[in-house]
């Protein structure tokens, strides 16, 4: 049986997602030592600025919590996160980004941008997608 019309949108959309994850996730590597899970976590925690328990990060971005909870470790011992014990919780702790956190973040997110430009420039269906 061949594909239908919908199948053939989703494998598209699966494929210009895989494209975009893998030139972002080289270029982020390459130029801040970046993973993309650590972006997406990154950007949870600038849009919210303040605060925030890891169970949160989790359920705001695509990861589970254990690979929250191991990348925010990693974040933490780079300096780009701060940790605090909750209040009212001795078991929980709560995140934000450190300065060196959020300008690194600065940084990678207009080189996101500029590689998602040119990923909707050079693929039609990206561009699709994305418009």
């Known amino acids: 049986m061949a594909n239908t019309p919908l199948a053939d949108r989703w494998l598209s959309l699966v494929r210009v997602c895989a494209q975009m994850n893998q030139r ?22 600038w849009a ?35 940790r605090r014990p909750s209040p009212g919780d001795g078991r929980g ?11 690194v973040f600065r940084r990678a997110a207009a080189t996101v941008d500029g590689e998602l430009k040119r990923i909707t420039d050079e693929n039609a269906d990206a561009r699709g997608w994305m418009a």
């Open 48 to 82: 919210e600025g303040d605060w925030v328990r890891p169970g949160e990060v989790s359920t705001r971005t695509s990861r589970s919590q254990p690979q929250v909870s191991r990348m925010l470790t990693q974040m933490v011992d780079a300096e780009y996160v701060d």
């Open 24 to 45: 972002i996730e080289h270029t982020l590597s390459d130029e801040f030592d970046l993973c993309v899970t650590a972006y997406e976590i990154m950007e949870v925690l």
């Open 93 to 103: 702790y709560q995140i934000r980004l450190t300065e060196a956190g959020r300008e």
